[in-house]
T-cell receptor, first 115, second 109 residues
Framework: ETGVTQTPRHLVMGMTNKKSLKCEQH?????MYWYKQSAKKPLELMFV???????ENNSVPSRFSPECPNSSHLFLHLHTLQPEDSALYLC??????????????FGPGTRLTVL | GQNIDQPTEMTATEGAIVQINCTYQ??????LFWYQQHAGEAPTFLSY??LDGLEEKGRFSSFLSRSKGYSYLLLKELQMKDSASYLC??????????WGAGTKLIIKP
């Protein structure tokens, strides 16, 4: 495996379900990100981890809970979601969490549908 | 507030040239990125500009004017595979990426 991988690619869940999204990067990067992408809207940054420590949380509802056990893996735990949470969830990684020219490498995303 | 503006959709003809504009208002500036995203796929890096001027990379070029808060992505010799969304993003003073909503480019034969 190379680059950034995400599983599952598609997920349908009810509002009372609990599920988790997984991201893995094989690039040796120190920072990882969760984004939400809704149709015709800008990418919304949800969480940033640098060296496994959360450095950014852009006022995301508590029904989304991130976990970063090591610099290669990132999870997004989902609980009691709402239909408006349906979107494409993208994971990205970058060499560092801050500093100039910090190109981000994206995974293919998880298409989430909340019924 | 911080804002990135780019057209929602553009249409161009195979073999032609198209210019996708991006204007921005951000708290500080540490560079501007262009990404390409095919439907159902990951965004992929195209270019990075931090100084004024034109950066050329094959059929793609990116221009930046910091004084005008303006950039464009120029695609030459368009191919059908260039049909995708093009995302403009600016790194602000906190090194956080502020994203535009993307421009969907449709290439017609």
């Amino acid at each position: 495996e190379t680059g950034v991988t995400q599983t599952p690619r598609h997920l349908v869940m009810g509002m009372t379900n609990k599920k988790s999204l997984k991201c893995e990067q094989h690039l040796g990067h120190n920072a990882m990100y969760w984004y939400k992408q809704s149709a015709k809207k800008p990418l919304e940054l949800m969480f940033v981890y640098s060296l496994e420590e959360r450095v950014e949380n852009n006022s995301v509802p508590s029904r989304f809970s991130p976990e970063c056990p090591n610099s290669s893996h990132l999870f997004l735990h989902l609980h009691t979601l709402q239909p408006e949470d349906s979107a494409l969830y993208l994971c990205a990684s970058s060499p560092t969490g801050q500093g100039t020219y910090n190109e981000q490498f994206f995974g293919p995303g998880t298409r989430l549908t909340v019924l | 507030g911080q804002n990135i503006d780019q057209p929602t959709e553009m249409t161009a003809t195979e073999g032609a040239i198209v210019q996708i504009n991006c204007t921005y208002q951000t708290s500080g500036f540490n560079g501007l990125f262009w990404y390409q995203q095919h439907a159902g796929e990951a965004p992929t890096f195209l270019s990075y500009n931090v100084l004024d001027g034109l950066e050329e990379k094959g059929r793609f070029s990116s221009f930046l004017s910091r004084s005008k808060g303006y950039s464009y992505l120029l695609l030459k010799e368009l191919q059908m595979k260039d049909s995708a969304s093009y995302l403009c993003a600016v790194m602000d003073s906190n090194y956080q990426l502020i994203w535009g909503a993307g421009t969907k480019l449709i290439i017609k034969p």
